[in-house]
Every structure is written in C-alpha cells, then in structure tokens.
DNA sequence: CGATCCTATGTAATCGATTACATGAACCTG
DNA sequence: CAGGTTCATGTAATCGATTACATAGGATCG
C-alpha cells in the first residue's frame, strides 16, 4: 500500500503537496518532520506516508533562508594535492556530511584571488564556520575573519596565541622523539632537514630537534640544519648537498620535518650510492601512505590523520551549535612513532 | 570618501539597508546588480556606493530560492586520497568556483550509505548538476539519477553507450602506444598489469595492449596478464609473481594499467634483486607525481589531469546554464607518452 | 459546572532576494 | 497637441520553508 508507483514528475513535492495530501497544515507537516513527538501519533503516521508517497524532501535553500543559516563550512587547506591533507579532508568530509553540513574547500594552492574570494565569503556570511588548516590564511585577513564573527576551528598548525581552539598533535614532542629513537640508536651526529621558516609547524619541529640534542648532551652544531620547504624537490637538494659531503663528516642520520622530503632526499642518496640505512638513517614525519611503500620503508611520526580532521570538524560543529560558545578548548591528539626500515644503529666504517 | 570605517556591526546589510541608503527601490539595486546597464548612470553610482559602504552581499539562500538554483554540483569521485583524482578535483574546482558554483564532493571510499545520501540530495534537486568521476555510482542508481533530471557530465572513464557527455582521453590509443613503445624497443615478450575487470578503463587499456600485440604479429599468451585492482599492494603481488618466474620465461617488458601498481611492483622487482629497466621495461599510466620521483623514472602515459576536470566542469556548465540541453558532445583530450628511465631495450641475456 | 490548563493543530508573518507588471516622465511624430 | 514609444524606476507577488501566536476541544479540579 504505500508501496506507490512512480508519481515523479517534473517539479519536487514541496511541504504544501504533502500537506494537500495528509489533509493537514504546512505547519504541521513541518513539526512532525522537526519534533515528532509534538504531533499525535495518528496525524504523525498520515504526514510520514505522504512524505513517502511524495518523496518529498524540504528545500534547503528555503530552510536556511528562514533558521539563518548556510550549513556550510569553509576549509581552508594548503593544497589538496598534498596526501597529507587528503585524508584530514576525509575526517574532515565524514562528520561534517554526517551532521548535514556541506563542506566548500579553499584550496589555497590556487590562483591567490581566490583565496581572497572566499575569505569574502565568510566575511559576507555565507559560512557557519571556518576550518583552517594552516595558519596561513589567518596572517593575512585576521581582522576581517575576527570580525566577521563566525566560530572557526584551527587543525594542524598550533598557533600559540590564537583565540580559537584547536586541534593538533604535539609537535614540538614528536619530533623529540623522533630524534631520541635516532639518538638511542647511537647516533650522535644528526642532521635536521627542516620545512618552510615562515611555518610554525616549522618552529616546533625545530625545537623538539633541539630538545633532543641537547638532552642527551649533544651539541647542535649549526651546519646540521639543512633548510627545505615541505617539497620533495628541497628533498633532493638536500640529498645532493649531503653527497657533496666527504664521508667522515657526513652526519649518520637526519630527521626531515615532513616524509616527502625524506622520501626525495633517500632516492638521492641512493642514486649516489648511499645505502639507507646503513649509511645513514632517516626519519621522516607525517606518516603518508607512500611512507610504507618506499625502499626502504621510512620510519616516521604518524599522525592521527582521520581523527585529526574528525575532531576537529567536530569541535566546530559544537562551536556552530552551541548557543554562544562556551566550548573553546584545544585538543591534542597523539602521534605515534613506527619504526620501519629506514633506521638502524650507526655502522662502524661512519663511527669516529 | 568611499573610504568609511568600519561600519560593521553584527547583521550583514541586506537589499533593503542599501536600497535605503541610495534612496531608490530594491529592485533597483536588483538590477544594478545584474543589469547594470539597464538603470542610470547616475543612480548606478549611488547604488554602487552604496553597496560598497554598506559591504553588501546578496544573500545565497534567498536566491537561490528564488531563482530555483543551488548553485552547488556534486563531484563523484572514487577517493579522493589519490593523488590523480585529487588533481583533477583542482581542475573542477578552479573552473567551477570561478564561475561562482560550490562543489559538494561526494567520496565514494567512504561508507556505503554516504554514497546513497548524496545520490538522494540530487534526486531531491538539491544540487544543479553532477560530475561523475567513474562508472560506479550511474551503475547502481542509473534509473533514479535519470529521471531526476539534473544535468551530468561524466569524466575519466567513458562510458560507452551514456546518454550524457564525457570528458576523456583515448584509454584504448593510448595503453597501444604504451605497449608499441615497449615493441619499438625490441621486446617482444610483455606482459600486463591489469586493473579491476569490472571497469571500462581497465577493458579499453586491455585492447589497447592486444591491439598492439598483433599488430606487430605478437601473440599474445594469455599467461602474461596479471590481474590487479589499481592499487599498490597488488602492484606487489604481481613483483612477487614473476619474481618467482625463472628468467627463461619472465617476460623483459611490462605494461601496467596505472602508476600505483607500476611503482608497487617495481619496488618489489628490486628488492627481489632485479634491475629496473635493464632486467625488465615498465611502463605505466596516468602520470601521477610520484612517478616521476621514484627510482628509476617511471615512462608513462601522462593524462591531463588539470585540463580532464576543467573541460568537465566547462562542459557541466554549459549544460546548467543552457536552456534545455544542446550541447552534448564527448571531448577527447590528449594524453602523451613520457619517456623517462624505466624503459630500455631488452638485455642480451634475457633475449632468446 | 465554570474556570483553567493542556494538547494538537491551524493561520499568517517572516527570512531576503528576484522580477512581472505598473507607472510616470520625457520624447517623438504627424 | 493627442497618442504612441521608450526609458527608468517603483510596487508587490513570489520562491518554500519555519515558527510565534491563536484557537478549539478535552481533561482536570475545586
């Protein structure tokens, strides 16, 4: 019986056809599909068969217009192409959808009007929130996100004074503890492929770096920093200015502030001969797929990446539903260290 | 003069405060906005000043319920972890968002009711078009997408019989030159790496290898066709396969169906103690980054990836914006074989 | 039994734009 | 100068929902 065959035409029910054919009122088609329990039973059951027999879903440009709302978020990601990002987008993607909210992506490797074109956007209220997931954007139209007064969550880049939570992972501990494994391993000279200065992503990998060495009492000799951006291509340089590099001072292991350089920067090495890791060690940052493909497979921090941009999507929704926010708390989530290949003991011919 | 301070407070301006604020009518700012040419120079001005001092922006929903538009479109894409669909998603988004549409992307990889949602927020005209990057979803719900009447372009992977336009490039051409290139070498034992036997791709980039199997009086043992899904891991299992072929019988060329695979088997090829290209030739498909970073350089077919969404996308807007559709022509891009390290003429040991 | 309260529902205002139609001024034209 | 155009603008209907307020009928109670 409700089983109808295929009424569709052309134009969608809309709420006055599904009231038409319940013998009720718009109004009250509306409640039973917001708050069943305020309409009887009977009157709930005839509504719910005509919505059926309609397929009648509500317009959301309609609704939104009425409730104020877009139910929409913008995302502000450095670059899609980057796998990095690819799967916090997925988390990102999962509970934002879930909770019925669309999602525009800025992708901030585009043209830079662009990016400017969908800070506008926010600005002229057609968001209900903002997820940065880089601190790149907020540098440059502070003010105008400050005050365009849309609740905003960061992932990703911790930026210290912010006043808007965020979702990270400790940066300045992992890297640590990436150079503590390199430094339990025997090493003592241990180079640092660092990412783009500007990024205090760049900062805090640097000073976990550093808060190894000098723990274990190891001076950090300034030439072991080799400077690069995120890409692999600052990965081959870096490989090839380690070549240049006449064996015995050659450091025996180098910590990359993300996996793409590692990657780039072990290829290098071993077109030049190197074998990794017995010539030297490599650990790498991020924990991207490829980083378990590679020969050999690259020992590095992994970031919870789903649960990175699930959380955070999360806290925004909470920012966007809460009367007034009252929310505001930052959220740190745990990397973990896997050992792979690409690590191993100093071998005795580079020990001095 | 038209440099105010900050006039704004919290409720962004609306039609009306700028029609106040010029003296005219709303309708009037309507049309300046649209027509700008159909009202007085003068008055134009008033409004535009007025527009700029007030920092109006029309708001979406109440137009898009106007004018019975969402200005979204839905991307269908197989996941967007990879980095070749991730490219392509550039491409729609620069062409789309510049022509003022949102894209909802709809993530196949995710779970199986995300899939049936999106399809359902077409269906319930909640979107003004869709771009579909494979074959996947108009196979399951080909009736429903159908008659829900929403403009549809499909991109990647061409459908044969499709009754609505696509954007591709010529897989069958294309895996021919793949394999002629391995012929024109001198192999004449090559094997394929294919993809999963369900999609069209993988059945056109399989002629494409037969084709040019016979043309150069090939036959082709129906032994060389290893099946792969298009992922890494059984780029892997293929390695291990013919890592376990004695070298009388491993074939000295291979062609696989994408990079993935390619670069997953190549891996294994060389840590089972093969040398790439010189104990075997592959080549691959698609040209994602990586491929040109691994070692040695993958030779491949490089699809334009940027250009394959951009055309799509234009092609969807014509089709949005065009009354009833008229456009309706398949567009073929070209996609070129680049040589790089992975290839060589087969050695005199492997020869028979 | 009349006052009071509750429950279920209906009426109509509202969100903020677009646009068909109406209006009126100015300008021709014979 | 009556009547017809044209041009610029205003009036008000409309898109499709949500929801404050009104209302009617029934239950409860002193």
Redesign the pocket.
């Known amino acids: 019986m409700s089983k109808r065959t295929k009424e569709s035409r052309r ?9 038409r054919l319940a ?13 069943p ?8 059951n005839r509504v719910l068969a005509a919505v059926r027999d309609t397929s ?4 959301i ?3 939104n ?4 709302k877009t139910m929409v978020v913008l995302v502000a990601v450095p670059n899609i192409a980057n796998p990095f990002f690819a799967e916090i987008l997925q988390g990102i993607d999962d509970t934002l959808s879930a909770a019925g909210y669309g999602l525009v992506i800025a992708n901030l490797a585009g043209p830079p009007e662009k990016e400017a074109r969908y800070v506008d956007l926010v600005c002229a209220g057609q968001a209900d929130g903002v997820l940065l997931l880089c601190g790149h954007v907020i540098r440059s139209r502070d003010r105008d996100l400050r005050d365009a007064h849309v609740p905003l969550v960061g992932a990703c880049e911790y930026i210290p004074g912010a006043s808007f939570p965020q979702v990270c992972i400790d940066n300045v501990g992992a890297a640590r503890e990436a150079v503590r494994h390199l430094i339990k391993l025997g090493h003592t000279s241990i180079a640092y492929l660092s990412g783009p200065q500007s990024t205090i992503l760049e900062r805090q990998r640097l000073e976990g770096y550093k808060q190894a060495l000098k723990e274990a009492g190891i001076a950090a000799a300034g030439g072991l920093i080799i400077s690069g951006d995120f890409t692999f291509r600052t990965g081959v340089e870096a490989g090839r200015a380690l070549l240049a590099l006449s064996p015995e001072v050659r450091p025996t292991a180098l910590f990359a502030a993300n996996d793409e350089m590692a990657i780039g920067l072990i290829k290098t090495l071993q077109s030049g001969g190197l074998r990794i890791p017995h010539d030297l060690s490599v650990v790498g940052f991020d924990g991207i797929p490829y980083a378990d493909y590679c020969e050999p497979t690259l020992t590095t921090i992994v970031q919870p990446r789903r649960e990175l941009g699930a959380s955070a999507a999360a806290e925004l929704i909470a920012l966007m539903t809460t009367e007034k926010s009252a929310v505001r708390k930052d959220i740190e989530l745990p990397a973990t260290l896997i050992l792979r290949d690409s690590t191993c003991p100093p071998s005795a011919r580079n020990r001095n």
Chains 1, 2 share one sequence.
Do not use: H, W
């Not at 013998?23 to 708050?35: D, E």
């Open positions: 134009p969608p029910a809309k709420i006055a056809d599904v009231a013998g009720v009122s718009v109004a009250t088609v509306s409640r039973t599909l917001a708050r329990e305020v309409v009887s039973e009977e009157t709930r009648y879903t509500p317009n440009s309609a609704r217009l009425r409730v104020r």
